[in-house]
């Protein structure tokens, strides 16, 4: 795919990988349209953005919001005509035993990363069918193939959310919608430190949001004729 003048929705654009992704795309000539919870951190990014003198518009989201993820979609037609490139990266996660769990905790992480991700996809569908060439990216983990204690809620939405990708992948190449799940180990992000704590805390190697990013932009590039469905990205020396 020529990225250059293509349009690109990424949610969770404000923070980490998601801002990393818009940033790449902006900087390969992809016009931008940004979903995020807050808003200011959305301006941030954009303003970055347009110092790039790349097209960006602001949507502020809350992905557990089946009206405002519909409206989400609609603004990026109404101002940009086409939609080529949905990156699904906003997510989520509560780090507790499944004794601890509670409901809402359940329930809001299952929204966010499997839900949310089903109801902005099946929404972009119709646009990336009619675009002819188009692309759903699904920022899933590689606690989405591991499980380790604390992580009954999310490695379920993540196992759930690369089995998603795999259906969504079969159904749609015959329209010329390919679908990459992308599976990265612990990234360099305010999320990572919440969960394990700071990655500066111990000397190691960890994987940059930028690197995730440039591994989109690659597999983005692949000629129409072949696809990347499915990436882990591990620190080479962890």
Not at 127 to 147: C, D, P, Y
């Amino acid at each position: 795919m020529e990225l250059k003048n293509k349009v690109a929705l990424v949610t969770g654009a404000g923070r980490g990988i998601g801002r990393a992704i818009a940033l790449a795309l902006a900087q390969a000539g992809a016009k931008l349209a940004l979903a995020a919870r807050r808003q200011n951190e959305l301006e941030a990014v954009a303003q970055e953005i347009r110092a790039m003198h790349s097209e960006v518009i602001i949507i502020p989201t809350d992905m557990r919001d089946e009206s405002q993820i519909h409206t989400m979609i609609a603004k990026t037609l109404a101002h940009f005509g086409a939609l080529h490139v949905l990156v699904n990266n906003a997510g989520l996660g509560h780090f507790k035993t499944v004794a601890e769990m509670t409901t809402a905790q359940w329930d809001e992480m299952f929204g966010v990363n499997l839900r949310g991700v089903f109801l902005a996809t099946r929404e972009a569908l119709p646009h990336l069918r009619q675009a002819g060439e188009s692309f759903v990216i699904n920022l899933a983990s590689l606690a989405g193939k591991n499980t380790f204690v604390n992580g009954g809620g999310y490695t379920a939405t993540k196992w759930g959310l690369r089995a998603f990708s795999q259906c969504l992948m079969l159904e749609e190449r015959q329209h010329g919608v390919r679908v990459l799940v992308v599976c990265p180990g612990s990234v360099d992000t305010e999320f990572a430190a919440g969960r394990t704590g700071s990655p500066h805390s111990k000397k190691r190697e960890i994987v940059l949001p930028e690197d995730v990013a440039a591994t989109i932009i690659m597999s983005l590039k692949m000629p129409q004729r072949a696809m990347v469905s499915e990436i882990d990205i591990r620190p080479t020396n962890p």
